[in-house]
């Protein structure tokens, strides 16, 4: 009986730890940016600045779990399964492809601001970005990133990868939940104050 996931490797319980922490770390900042502009303050009041530096933060955090990511893997046992069936291991090259495809468009159609939670800021988008990606998936940002996890367990064989993958898409889901009310209260406080704004021009 072998095991396919090592569990004491630290390396895995790392991973796992900046799985869940990047996006506990990024609504508490966001939350902390809307509620008591923590991090415009920080930059002297700049909030565009601000949304900037946050954007650095949390690119950065993503490549460091990546490595992290890929390093725990290398410690991983890989299952035969995975590696000698063309067709498993082939499916990661489309996988790969089109995880990186949503993530990219989706930050090229939303910008760096809207990407990265430029709405805690008070930069808001003029209105709701429909054009591909987010006509294909409500999501793509999360589920791009989650389908190239998933492509790079695939790739290198790695059981513990598709079980760190299933965290990052629970970690995502969670975040959504958590996320996604906020921002429609976030734009629907805005409509409510540009009407008033609109009747008081009548
Ligand atoms: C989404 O938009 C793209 C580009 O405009 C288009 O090619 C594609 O067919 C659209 N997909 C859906 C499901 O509407």
């Known amino acids: 009986m072998v095991a396919w996931v090592d569990f004491g490797q ?28 923590a991090i415009t303050k920080l930059f002297g009041g700049n909030s565009r600045l601000g949304c900037y530096a946050l954007a650095v933060t949390i690119f950065s955090l993503g490549i460091i779990r990546d490595y992290i990511y890929h390093t725990a893997l290398s410690h991983q046992p890989t299952h035969p ?25 989706s930050m090229y159609a939303l910008g760096i601001t809207g ?10 988008m003029d209105e709701p970005v429909t054009s ?20 790079a367990a695939i790739w290198a064989g790695k059981p513990a990868g598709l079980l760190l993958t299933a965290l990052v898409a629970l970690a995502y889901k969670v975040a959504r939940r958590y996320e996604d009310p906020f921002t429609a209260m976030i734009y629907a406080k805005r409509d409510r104050e540009g009407r008033r704004e609109g009747k008081k021009g009548l």
Do not use: C
């Open 115 to 124: 990407t990265y939670l430029g709405d805690y800021f008070g930069i808001l």
């Open 81 to 105: 399964l995975l590696t000698s069936s063309p067709p498993i291991h082939l499916s990661a090259i489309p996988l790969f492809l089109t995880g990186n495809l949503l993530v990219l468009t």
């Open 132 to 151: 591909f990606p987010f006509n294909v998936t409500s999501a793509p940002m999360y589920h791009g990133s989650t389908l190239s996890f998933l492509a």
């Open 10 to 37: 630290p390396s895995f319980w790392l991973a796992a730890g900046s799985i869940v922490f990047n996006p506990t770390f990024w609504n508490i900042a966001a939350r902390q940016e809307y509620h008591n502009k």
